[in-house]
C-alpha cells in the first residue's frame, strides 16, 4: 500500500467519527427531550445552533491549518470536539446544552477544510477527486452506523453514557494522528522518492495572509459559493426532513423507517463512483470538462429526481427517486471537492472553509424554511418545489466553474495542470 493511501485510511476514520458525533444528537433527540422537557421550538434550536457555529468557524479554522499544518489543528480541533461530545451527556439544563452544542459545532468546523488540505498535500490533482470521494463516503457510513451504535449504548448505559463513551473515541484518535501523521510526504522517511515524486511538490510560498481581495474577484469562486448554498440546501432534506417526511408525507409506518438507510448508502456510493470518474475524466479531458462534466451530471439527474418526487403518487417509488437524488447530490459533490483543491492550492484550508461556510448557510436555510413551505402549500410534496429550483440553479452554477483557471493568478502551480489529450 502506497503511503498516501494510509494517510487516507486515517482520514476515513476521522469522517466516520465526524458523522457519527454528529448525528448521535438527533438519534438520542426523543430521550433527551424527555429528560431535560424540551419542546420542539427548544430542540429546533439544540440542532440548529452547531449548524450556525460550524458555518462561522469554517473559515477561521480552515485558515489556521494553512498557517501551521492540519496535523497540529485536526488534533486540536478533535480534542476540542470531543470534549464537548462528552459534556453534552453531563448537561443539566437547555441553556447548557445549547452552550455545548455551539461549541461542539466551532470544533467540528475544523474537519473538512482541514482533511482538504491533507488530500491536496498528499494527493496528486487526478488522483485527489476519488480521495476525497472515499473520505465523503466515510461520513455517510458513519452516519448510517449512528443509529446502530448509539440505540443499543442507550439502551444499555443511558444517553449520558453514550457520549461519554463518543468523546473517549476522539480522544483516542486525535492522540493516534498527532504521533503519526505528518505535513507533507517530504517529513516522512517512510514514503519512497518515486511516490513523493508522482505526489509532487506542495507549494509551500508564505501563506500567513490570503488575499481575500483578489479571490473574492473570481467569479468562479462565486459561482462554487452559490454551488454549495444550492447542493447543501437540498441535502439537508436528507438529514433533517426524511424521516418526517416519509411518515407524515408519505404514510410510512414507523417500522419501514430502516428503508430510510438506502438514501445514504446509495449517496455512499454516489460519492465514491463519482470521485473515481471524475479522476478518469480529468486526465483524458483535463481538469476543467473533467471535474465540471461529474457535476453536472449529477445536479441535473438529482433536479430531474428530485422533480419526479414530487409528482409520483406511489410512495415507495418516491423513496427510490429520493435515494437517486441523494446519489445524485453526492457524485457532484466528489467533483465539487475536487475544484476546491484545484483552485485553492496552498490556500485551500481558507477557500475551503469559505465554501463550507455558505454550504451551511443553505443547510441551515432548509432546516427552517421546509416547515414553514410545508404549510404554505398544504403538504410535503409541493414543499419540495423551492429544492428543485435551487438544485436547477446548482446545476447551472456548475457551467461557470472551471477547475483550471487560477483562483488568486500569482499563486505558482504546484504541478502541471493536465491538458485535453489529443483528439
Known sequence: MKYRHRVLVFLCSLGAITYLDRIAISVAGPRIQEDLGLSPEMWGWVVGIFTLSYALFEIPTGRMGDRTGPRRVLTRVV???????ALTGAVSSYAVLLATRFMFGIGEAGAFPNTGICVSRWFPAVERARAYGFFLMSTQLGGALSPLLIVPLQIWLGWRATFYFLGVIGVLWAVAWYRWYRDSPQEKSEVTAEEREEIGVHASADNHRLPWGAALRSTNLWAMFLLAFCYVYAFYFFISWLHTYMVKGRGFTEGA??????????????????????DRLSKRFGLKWGRRSVGLAGMSCAAVFMGATVLTPDKYLALLFLGLVYAGITTQQSAFAAVLLDIGRQYVGGIAGAANMFANIGGFAFSVSFGYFVAWFGGYDLALIPVVVLLVVGTLAWLRIDAAEELIPDIVAEMPIPAAAPA
Open 257 to 278: 423507517l430502516l428503508l430510510s438507510a438506502a438514501p445514504p448508502v446509495l449517496g455512499a456510493l454516489g460519492n465514491v463512483a463519482g470521485g473515481i470518474v471524475c
Open 79 to 85: 480534542l476540542w470536539w470531543s470534549a464537548f461530545t
